[in-house]
């Protein structure tokens, strides 16, 4: 009985084998929900975390932009295609011309010197009939009221988004909703990184900024200040003289002076239009608790829509279904039309139903979903994403025969943008310094630091992360920059030898550590070791820390102690709004194609932990500020490339940063996405991407066919068990009680 038992058990374990091996020769290494291949959906990866900001006002952080210039509409937009980056109309009928006014009110011709101008009028005409997507702050009922305006305390029940809501509405955008998205700026609500900017320029926005205030304070008087709710602020009580409604559909924008960057503005999602029922609609109880805010789930006109929010995990967006399908280009760039970006010429977008970015914290796994195809695009906001491909191919020919195979081809170019070290001005040791004395020793001190520096080497240590060493804050493709030129050479930091930058010999910046009274990394009063914050933005993971360890020890030659202080952006973006960080890694993908877009960025009025701005140095320079001042009023020219000079050797001399490197551009896309023309600037594309869906299910399919060979093997080892186990059992039922095999038995 005990044998029979035995050879059963056997018998069963080698079927749950046999079943098991047919199970898994049916499964795959997906990511994906079963069918996600052959839909007209998009897959790629967002960096680390959600978007901090969603609302246009506040949003001004490159991983931001994965949603928020599909979502949002501003006036103007680049072409895609067209290089140099040419400005078009979006939410505008078209791109004008200010007009230009003496501080009489009289007309001005369009080539008058610009301090001869008072105001510059920008008339813009937007285009009738744009919808928003479906909301609920939209709804109304059969008498036109709102039907989610009025709600009280505990009526949200377990809604978490706005499709929790049963009815959503939608309305035409008009010009109104640009004004109140200016006036916006003076919030005392979020954060307004642009309102400094903006208060400069805009006509009566820093009195606005003043008035909101008060009227703020008024608002919140005798209510809890730490409580989530918040009445409603309504821009629309207050008018702004710098921004008009002529009309339903004519937006008039006042701005003092003449200021020829204001154009490119008006394509940043700072000027987006904001409905005011989407304000009215949040601010209502319990909102903000529930995370239902602008900042998390944005109301706008763009081709995609916000349909899904899971923090630090996921985003998803679905097409507009009120989107009025804007036609793909049909003109581009010689060899654009060889590379089939002509192909949709005209075709109404966008073609993409759905795109869904999911966070991920280490590079490994992300990578390895694109190698295998599970990410369509790596990173969707990032033009870098390629270069390690690109690395690996050369350092390879295995490598380089299998991205061939699957069609890798990513092309490398230069764009605009650059990373760079820096230092907090307000800080007491690396900053400016209270006296003559220690303004000396704190300069000499950073001047030492970006020489030793080895920019040159880290693109030799880190090859995937490489590019061209920065003499100073403009790279190539923004007119003004000297970039490769004996004249644009940082004589700080490097010589013109042979035809080439070479640097300084760390020599050099040990004589002028001792010269700032730091000989050997220590005070020469006190003894102490000097000992410096490394403020780094993102957490210590495996694939950063060499990288991080790579800027330790660059300080280390100096005999300077550097302390890493890893935090996740959020928490980094928290610290230099207080002032609390010391040495910092930064980078700038440049918004628009003009210096001022870069040098702005140590522009006193700026500073982050003075006034909110987007200089995160608090480089606060008289000098500097007035050059400033003089550049945002001069077009492309001789004057203009002056200015740019003289402000870029103040940069040098004073030392607020240790200019970096422009790194190299190769986008990781699939071959099956079509379409794809990367770069910084143009932060929409979204729209213009199509997905060849057929191509993609088969490659996906082929590039993850299963190793069967080895569930034959268990295969065949399970039949072999229930063969065995099944004769085994036959011989037992012929054994007689002594055992013996009924057919082998004596006869009687």
Same mark, same amino acid.
């Given at each position: 009985?005990?044998?029979?038992?035995?050879?059963?058990?056997?018998?069963?374990?080698?079927?749950?084998?046999?079943?098991?091996?047919?199970?898994?020769?049916?499964?795959?290494?997906?990511?994906?929900?079963?069918?996600?291949?052959?839909?007209?959906?998009?897959?790629?990866?967002?960096?680390?975390?959600?978007?901090? &900001?969603?609302?246009?006002?506040?949003?001004?952080?490159?991983?931001?932009?994965?949603?928020?210039?599909?979502?949002?509409?501003?006036?103007?937009?680049?072409?895609?295609?067209?290089?140099?980056?040419?400005?078009?109309?979006?939410?505008?009928? *078209?791109?004008?011309?200010?007009?230009?006014?003496?501080?009489?009110?009289?007309?001005?011709?369009?080539?008058?010197?610009?301090?001869?101008?008072?105001?510059?009028?920008?008339?813009?005409?937007? /285009?009738?009939?744009?919808?928003?997507?479906?909301?609920?702050?939209?709804?109304?009922?059969?008498?036109?009221?709102?039907?989610? &305006?009025?709600?009280?305390?505990?009526?949200?029940?377990?809604?978490?988004?706005?499709?929790?809501?049963?009815?959503?509405?939608?309305?035409?955008?008009?010009?109104?909703?640009? !004004?109140?998205?200016?006036?916006? &700026?003076?919030?005392?609500?979020?954060?307004?990184?642009?309102?400094?900017?903006?208060?400069?320029?805009?006509?009566?926005?820093? *009195?606005? =900024?003043?008035?909101? /205030?008060?009227?703020?304070?008024?608002?919140?008087?005798? $209510?809890?200040?730490?409580?989530?709710?918040?009445?409603?602020?309504?821009?629309?009580?207050?008018?702004?003289?710098?921004?008009?409604?002529?009309?339903?559909?004519?937006?008039?924008?006042?701005?003092?002076?003449?200021?020829?960057?204001?154009?490119?503005?008006?394509?940043?999602?700072?000027?987006? +239009?904001?409905?005011?029922?989407?304000?009215?609609?949040?601010?209502?109880?319990?909102?903000?608790?529930?995370?239902?805010?602008?900042?998390?789930?944005?109301?706008?006109?763009?081709?995609?829509?916000?349909?899904?929010?899971?923090?630090?995990?996921?985003?998803?967006?679905?097409?507009?279904?009120?989107?009025?399908?804007?036609?793909?280009?049909?003109?581009?760039?010689?060899?654009?039309?060889?590379?089939?970006?002509?192909?949709?010429?005209?075709?109404?977008?966008?073609?993409?139903?759905?795109?869904? %970015?999911?966070?991920?914290?280490?590079?490994?796994?992300?990578?390895?979903?694109?190698?295998?195809?599970?990410?369509?695009?790596?990173?969707?906001?990032?033009?870098?994403?390629?270069?390690?491909? %690109?690395?690996?191919?050369?350092?390879?020919?295995?490598?380089?025969?299998?991205?061939?195979?699957?069609?890798?081809?990513?092309?490398?170019?230069?764009?605009?943008?650059?990373?760079?070290?820096?230092?907090?001005?307000?800080?007491?040791?690396?900053?400016?310094?209270?006296?003559?004395?220690?303004?000396?020793?704190? @300069?000499?001190?950073?001047?030492?630091?970006?020489?030793?520096?080895?920019?040159?080497?880290?693109?030799?240590?880190?090859?995937?992360?490489?590019?061209?060493?920065?003499? =100073?804050?403009?790279?190539?493709?923004?007119?003004?920059?000297?970039?490769?030129?004996?004249?644009?050479?940082?004589?700080?930091? &490097?010589?013109?030898?042979?035809? @080439?930058? !070479?640097?300084?010999?760390?020599?050099?910046?040990?004589?002028?550590?001792?010269?700032?009274?730091?000989?050997?990394?220590?005070?020469?009063?006190?003894?102490?070791?000097?000992?410096?914050?490394?403020?780094?933005?993102?957490?210590?993971?495996?694939?950063?820390?060499?990288?991080?360890?790579?800027?330790?020890?660059?300080?280390?030659?100096?005999?300077?102690?550097?302390?890493?202080?890893?935090?996740?952006?959020?928490?980094?973006?928290?610290?230099?709004?207080?002032? /609390?960080?010391?040495?910092?890694?930064?980078?700038?993908?440049?918004?628009?194609?003009?210096?001022?877009?870069? %040098?702005?960025?140590?522009?006193?009025?700026?500073?982050?932990?003075?006034?909110? =701005?987007?200089?995160?140095?608090?480089?606060?320079?008289?000098?500097?500020?007035?050059?400033?001042?003089?550049?945002?009023?001069?077009?492309?020219? +001789?004057?203009?490339? @002056?200015?740019?000079?003289?402000?870029?050797?103040?940069? @040098?001399?004073?030392?607020?940063?240790?200019?970096?490197?422009?790194?190299?551009?190769?986008?990781?896309?699939? =071959?099956?996405?079509?379409?794809?023309?990367?770069?910084?600037?143009?932060?929409?594309?979204?729209?213009? $991407?199509?997905?060849?869906?057929?191509?993609?299910?088969?490659? !996906?399919?082929?590039?993850?066919? +299963?190793?069967?060979?080895?569930?034959?093997?268990?295969?065949?080892?399970?039949?072999?068990?229930?063969?065995?186990?099944?004769?085994?059992?036959?011989?037992?039922?012929? %054994?007689?009680?002594?055992?013996?095999?009924?057919?082998?038995?004596?006869?009687?």
């Amino acid at each position: 009985m005990q044998v029979l038992r035995g050879l059963a058990a056997t018998a069963r374990c080698a079927a749950a084998a046999l079943a098991a091996t047919l199970a898994l020769s049916a499964c795959n290494n997906s990511p994906w929900n079963q069918g996600d291949e052959g839909r007209n959906l998009v897959y790629s990866a967002m960096i680390e975390n959600t978007p901090r &900001h969603l609302d246009p006002t506040a949003s001004y952080w490159s991983n931001d932009t994965a949603v928020t210039y599909q979502v949002y509409e501003p006036l103007y937009g680049y072409h895609y295609l067209k290089r140099p980056f040419t400005l078009v109309p979006k939410t505008a009928a *078209e791109v004008v011309q200010p007009k230009y006014l003496d501080k009489d009110g009289r007309p001005l011709p369009d080539d008058v010197p610009g301090e001869q101008v008072a105001v510059s009028v920008y008339d813009v005409p937007i /285009k009738p009939g744009i919808l928003y997507a479906p909301h609920p702050a939209f709804a109304r009922n059969a008498q036109g009221e709102y039907l989610y &305006h009025q709600m009280r305390a505990g009526e949200l029940g377990d809604k978490r988004s706005p499709w929790d809501f049963a009815e959503r509405g939608t309305r035409e955008l008009v010009a109104e909703d640009f !004004v109140y998205a200016i006036k916006r &700026h003076a919030t005392t609500r979020i954060t307004a990184p642009i309102y400094g900017v903006f208060a400069e320029y805009v006509q009566g926005l820093q *009195e606005y =900024g003043e008035l909101i /205030k008060r009227e703020d304070a008024k608002l919140r008087q005798g $209510l809890d200040p730490s409580s989530l709710d918040k009445p409603l602020l309504d821009f629309r009580r207050w008018p702004l003289e710098g921004a008009q409604a002529l009309d339903k559909h004519t937006l008039r924008i006042k701005i003092r002076g003449k200021y020829p960057q204001w154009k490119y503005w008006m394509q940043m999602t700072f000027l987006a +239009p904001v409905p005011w029922e989407a304000d009215a609609f949040y601010a209502q109880p319990g909102m903000a608790e529930r995370g239902l805010t602008l900042d998390v789930w944005p109301v706008g006109t763009g081709p995609y829509m916000m349909t899904e929010y899971a923090k630090d995990r996921r985003i998803v967006m679905e097409k507009n279904p009120n989107y009025r399908g804007e036609p793909y280009p049909c003109e581009g760039m010689p060899g654009d039309e060889e590379k089939g970006l002509l192909a949709d010429c005209g075709k109404p977008t966008p073609f993409i139903d759905k795109i869904v %970015l999911t966070v991920e914290r280490e590079a490994t796994p992300q990578r390895n979903k694109f190698r295998d195809g599970y990410y369509d695009l790596e990173v969707f906001e990032r033009t870098d994403t390629g270069k390690s491909y %690109l690395v690996e191919a050369d350092d390879s020919d295995e490598v380089r025969a299998q991205y061939k195979a699957k069609g890798f081809d990513f092309e490398q170019y230069s764009d605009v943008n650059s990373y760079w070290i820096s230092f907090n001005m307000l800080d007491p040791v690396i900053g400016w310094g209270e006296t003559a004395e220690q303004r000396k020793r704190n @300069r000499l001190l950073r001047q030492a630091i970006t020489i030793a520096i080895d920019w040159e080497e880290y693109s030799k240590v880190f090859p995937k992360k490489a590019g061209e060493t920065a003499q =100073g804050l403009l790279p190539q493709g923004i007119p003004g920059s000297r970039e490769g030129t004996p004249e644009g050479v940082n004589p700080v930091t &490097h010589r013109w030898v042979d035809g @080439r930058a !070479v640097r300084r010999p760390i020599e050099d910046a040990r004589r002028m550590m001792v010269e700032a009274g730091y000989p050997d990394g220590r005070d020469a009063k006190t003894g102490r070791p000097l000992v410096l914050n490394y403020d780094y933005y993102a957490p210590a993971s495996p694939e950063r820390k060499p990288e991080i360890d790579w800027v330790v020890k660059q300080f280390a030659k100096l005999g300077i102690q550097l302390e890493v202080r890893a935090t996740d952006n959020n928490q980094f973006q928290d610290k230099v709004r207080k002032g /609390k960080h010391q040495v910092f890694w930064l980078g700038w993908n440049a918004d628009y194609p003009d210096a001022e877009n870069f %040098l702005f960025l140590f522009y006193g009025p700026n500073a982050k932990s003075v006034s909110d =701005g987007e200089n995160t140095a608090n480089y606060i320079s008289p000098e500097f500020d007035k050059l400033f001042a003089k550049l945002k009023n001069l077009d492309d020219g +001789p004057e203009k490339q @002056r200015v740019i000079d003289e402000m870029t050797r103040l940069l @040098r001399e004073d030392a607020p940063l240790t200019f970096g490197f422009y790194p190299y551009a190769s986008a990781a896309v699939q =071959g099956w996405i079509k379409n794809s023309k990367p770069a910084i600037l143009v932060r929409d594309h979204a729209r213009y $991407l199509r997905l060849d869906a057929e191509q993609r299910a088969s490659q !996906v399919r082929r590039w993850n066919e +299963p190793v069967l060979w080895p569930l034959a093997v268990l295969a065949l080892l399970g039949g072999g068990a229930v063969w065995l186990a099944r004769r085994a059992l036959q011989r037992r039922e012929r %054994l007689d009680a002594r055992g013996r095999l009924v057919d082998d038995a004596p006869a009687s």
